[in-house]
């Protein structure tokens, strides 16, 4: 462009001027774009303040039933939707506990606060010693159970006393009644009384029995000796920094027989596929593969692996664990890892033999 024509064109400044309109449109957008999100973020802090000033005036003064029904409210129905084997009752809130997954010897704690509900630990299933060995344990309810039961909360359907501090319940299957605990007294810290509420009605005077605490935050003291001890729980594990303990807690949950083709290792997750005889469903031949999901504690997400015709990244060929666990030990550096994964993906082998690939953290 020739001298002329750029004074035409109003030279370096009219240039210097759209750059600077420019600039200003886009900050003008940013500003725009993060009050938008201001105000969002604003009514989003106000609606939850608001439930939980809500949920604070429930938990405080309403019955227990209520209470459970508005922990089942919204979204809690997905944690909470089933009936708890234990919970603990304060004007805080509940702990209640329930079968989550397979396992039928630990329960899983969900706890529901003003905030809401969410899961907790997971504890050694209490009265286990009272229940027979011979028999499968049953995660799931039996009618007298439930009677029990609703007999028991029903004993908690009604306003706070003023020298009640909390309840607890313990749904003893071994002969369908429930233990109720009653936490009382400020002076000198609380005091417990206990009794078992049968399905009959009537009130039993409980024998020595296995019963932890059940409430996870104790909202006041204790008098001397009367803390319960703390039910045993289950550890949570961080398997991709500990991969070969994940490999010790799959041994026992791998089917006779059954091969490794794929396993991922994440933090809370460890997600395996097996080749072998793979039970089907509708009456169909058996699948060739089969997969299984398990939680931070090492406990399957279904009684049965899922069957599958393809192992997708998975190796056609399985190899045993050891042989698995020998080609990790082979690998394994000191360290902390974001993700381990075996497989025969053709990123990392030669599509036939299995390999881990190992992501640092």
């Not at 630990?106 to 905030?115: D, E, H, K, N």
Request: aromatic share 10%; hydrophobic share 40%; with cysteine.
């Amino acid at each position: 462009m020739g001298d002329r024509q750029w004074r035409k064109f109003g030279g370096p400044l009219w240039f210097a001027l759209l750059a600077l309109l420019l600039v200003g449109v886009f900050a003008r957008a940013i500003q725009l774009q993060n009050s938008e999100e201001s105000n969002r973020y604003a009514l989003e802090s106000e609606e939850l303040a608001r439930r939980q000033a809500e949920g604070a005036v429930v938990l405080a003064s309403a019955r227990l039933q209520e209470v459970l029904d508005y922990c089942r409210s919204g979204d809690g129905w997905l944690i909470l939707y089933q009936q708890p084997f234990a919970l603990a009752w304060t004007r805080n809130g509940v702990d209640a506990y329930v079968f989550d997954g397979p396992d039928s010897r630990s329960l899983r704690q969900v706890r529901c606060t003003a905030s809401g509900p969410q899961f907790g630990s997971r504890i050694v299933r209490p009265l286990l010693a009272s229940l027979p060995l011979e028999e499968p344990l049953a995660s799931v309810p039996s009618d007298t159970d439930i009677a029990a039961w609703s007999l028991a909360v029903g004993y908690s359907d009604s306003p706070w006393e003023s020298d009640l501090l909390a309840v607890e319940l313990l749904l003893d299957s071994s002969d369908s009644s429930v233990l109720r605990r009653e936490w009382r007294g400020l002076e000198g810290g609380a005091r417990s009384t206990l009794r078992r509420v049968a399905v009959d009605g009537l009130d039993r005077a409980p024998s020595r029995v296995d019963f932890p605490l059940l409430i996870a935050e104790p909202p006041f003291p204790f008098a001397d000796g009367q803390r319960p001890p703390s039910p045993t729980e289950i550890r949570v594990h961080n398997w991709a920094n500990e991969p070969l303990a994940a490999l010790d807690a799959l041994l026992p949950q791998l089917p006779e027989s059954a091969l490794i083709s794929e396993i991922t290792l994440r933090d809370e997750v460890m997600e395996v596929t097996i080749t072998g005889r793979v039970p089907n469903f509708d009456g169909k031949p058996p699948a060739p593969f089969g997969r299984m999901i398990f939680d931070a504690f090492g406990v399957p997400s279904s009684s049965l692996w899922y069957p599958y015709e393809t192992g997708g990244f998975g190796c056609d060929v399985g190899r045993s664990l050891q042989d698995v666990r020998s080609e990790l030990e082979s690998v394994l550096r000191p360290g902390r890892h974001s993700s381990l994964w075996y497989s025969c993906s053709t990123a990392y082998s030669d599509g036939r033999r299995g390999v881990w690939h190992i992501s640092p953290d």
